[in-house]
Structure formats: C-alpha cells, structure tokens
C-alpha cells in the first residue's frame, strides 16, 4: 500500500525564482492538502484539492498556487520566492473532502531552501 | 488568539513516568481532533483521532476531549526515550480546515 509521495526531497532556489513541488496521495485517498512548516512551527495550511478544485485555502498570498489532476496527484507552486518561503513543505491525503473520520496522511515532505 | 494553541515545551519525564500533554481550541464548533508525533526531520505522524467528549484509549497513549473547556490533551502512560519527539495538536474546524497547534517537544530521559 503506498503511502503519500513527494518529489523532490530537497531543493535549493534563488530569490525571486519559480518552484514545483510535487505528491502523489495515498492508494484510495482523493484529496490532497499542502501545508508549510517553518523551523519550529506548527504546520501552516496552504490550500486544499477535491476534485480538482482548491477548496480551501489558508493565510498564504497569490504567489501560492496549485493544481490537482484527475488521478488525485497534486503540485504547488511557488511564484517570486522570498527568503521566508524557506520551509518543509508537507503534502497530506485524505479520503473526502471534510476528512472528518479521515485523518490526514503525510507524505515526508519537501525541505526547500531559498538563498 | 491562536485558533490551536500548545505549550512550547520543552517538557522533560523521566523513562517509565506519564507525560501530559495539553491543547486547547479557539472554534467552538469543531468536530474533530487529532495528535500527531513528529520526530526531528520527519513529517507528523498520527497516533490518535478523538470525535466526541471523554477519554479514548489505545495502548499506552490516552486521548482526553472536553469540549465545553475547548480542551484537549493526551497522555502517554511508561514513557520511552523513544517518545521523545514533538507532539502536534491538530483540529477539524467547522470550515473544514485541519489547525495545528505550534507542537510541545517532549523529552524522555532515561
């Protein structure tokens, strides 16, 4: 049973770059959510997909963007990094869209460094 | 207010000792709630989901909901220094947000 995936594990960009990141949800899960975790923190919502859709979305400017495809698998994107961008950036799957008796399923994350 | 807030920590027991971790919720309407473990470098891992008020058990970990306190909390009963990690308090919110907490780093020493 795979679990949730996500690539790559570790990426280093410039300032004012463009950054994909990717993740495939876990077997039989259909929605994905993207959170970002600085040093210390708590993880912080980004945004959610369902159906290939953004259903929810945190406290994060227009520079944050995504995309879910129709086999569920999700990308964030990052437009104009800035040095605070500097984060694991975690991709979770669930199974419905209020994931109430879902819990959320991590993938290992993506450590991104922005110099 | 922090919509999910936790102590910091670092909160350190000694090997075989109950640590207490505690939680509490700024929306009055959530449904669901949730601690996950996070060891350093690693992504937060589930240990226990907790719906409705009271305890629930499950090996050596307790979760405790009050939702008239707005309170959560879990217990860890014969602490291992493989405990030792970061606990995290997620919570459901009526918009169907999951919230978490900052995290309390527990410490268990031998």
């Known amino acids: 049973d795979a679990g949730v995936t996500q690539s790559p594990t570790h990426l280093i960009k410039t300032r004012g770059q463009q950054v994909t990141l990717r993740c495939s949800p876990k077997s039989g899960h259909d929605t994905v959510s993207w959170y970002q975790q600085a040093l210390g923190q708590g993880p912080q919502f980004i945004f959610q997909y369902y159906e290939e859709e953004e259903r929810q979305r945190g406290n994060f400017p227009d520079r944050f963007s995504g995309h879910q495809f129709p086999n569920y698998s999700s990308e964030l994107n990052v437009n104009a990094l800035l040095l605070g961008d500097s984060a694991l950036y975690l991709c979770?799957?669930?199974?419905?869209?209020?994931?109430?008796?879902?819990?959320?399923?991590f993938g290992n994350g993506t450590r991104l460094t922005v110099t | 207010q922090k919509e999910v807030e936790q102590n910091s920590g670092p909160l350190s027991v000694p090997e075989g000792a109950i640590a207490s971790l505690n939680c509490t919720y700024s929306?009055?309407?959530?449904?669901?709630f949730f601690w996950y473990r996070q060891y350093s470098g690693k992504s937060p891992e589930l240990i226990m989901s907790i719906y409705s008020n009271g305890d629930k058990e499950d090996g050596r970990f307790t979760a405790q909901l009050n939702k008239a306190s707005q309170y959560v909390s879990l217990l860890i009963r014969d602490s291992q220094p493989s405990d030792s990690a970061t606990y995290l308090c997620a919570v459901l919110n009526q918009g169907g947000k999951l919230i978490f907490g900052q995290g309390t780093e527990l410490s268990v020493k031998p």
């Open positions: 929306d009055r309407g959530s449904q669901s």
């Open positions: 979770a799957s669930s199974l419905g869209l209020r994931g109430v008796n879902s819990p959320l399923h």
